[in-house]
């Protein structure tokens, strides 16, 4: 049995490693704002180009987001299988929206938020950006819901657990 609480610290492991990449895109995504507000307004070309930078930035991070969002989900179950051997019955509160998708939907506002200032320095219209960048986050709200659907159903299907008994090897 400690071989499996080994392998339970591993798979908690790859979670946090999984959750501190998203950690880091943010940070990232943070420097680029940073750089937009310290480039002289002058240079429209410069703050498109930092601006479409921090687009891809966060297009990595929603799929980013999105791949470890199955992968922590199917290690929490492979975790609670793990517990449900050893012996370990625990029952914990499950938030109505999970981390994950917050951390998800931080991405989708702040893609918003970048698409909205494109607009505005390509065509100067403060009104369609604002438009712009509020139905893109409301859309947003409406992809995480359908991601934590298909995410809980395709973790659910392809997430096996069993199993075997090591005998004794001579």
Same mark, same amino acid.
């Given at each position: 049995m400690p071989d499996l609480m080994e392998y339970i610290k591993v798979q908690w492991a790859d979670i946090h490693h999984s959750r501190n990449q998203e950690w880091r895109v943010l940070v990232i995504i943070i420097g680029i704002f940073y750089a937009l507000f310290k480039i002289n307004p002058e240079y429209i070309c410069l703050h &498109? *180009? #930092? +601006? #479409?930078? $921090?687009?891809? *930035?966060? $297009?990595? $991070?929603?799929?980013?987001?999105?791949?470890?969002w199955g992968l922590s989900s199917s290690k929490r179950l492979i975790i609670k299988a793990c517990e449900e051997k050893l012996g370990i019955v625990a029952k914990f509160y499950q938030s109505p929206f999970p981390v994950h998708g917050l951390i998800l939907l931080m991405y989708f506002f702040i893609a918003s938020i970048l698409l909205g200032w494109l607009i505005w320095l390509?065509? $100067? %219209? #403060?009104?369609i950006s604002f438009i712009t960048f509020f139905m893109c986050f409301l859309i947003s709200f409406r992809i995480c819901f359908i991601a934590r659907r298909k #995410?809980? %159903? *395709? &973790?659910?299907?392809? +997430? !096996?657990? +069993?199993?075997?008994?090591?005998?004794? %090897? !001579?």
């Open positions: &498109v *180009a #930092i +601006t #479409i930078l $921090g687009l891809f *930035a966060c $297009g990595m $991070g929603i799929y980013m987001s999105l791949v470890h390509l065509l $100067g %219209k #403060i009104l #995410i809980q %159903k *395709a &973790v659910e299907e392809q +997430t !096996q657990v +069993t199993f075997r008994e090591i005998g004794d %090897k !001579q």
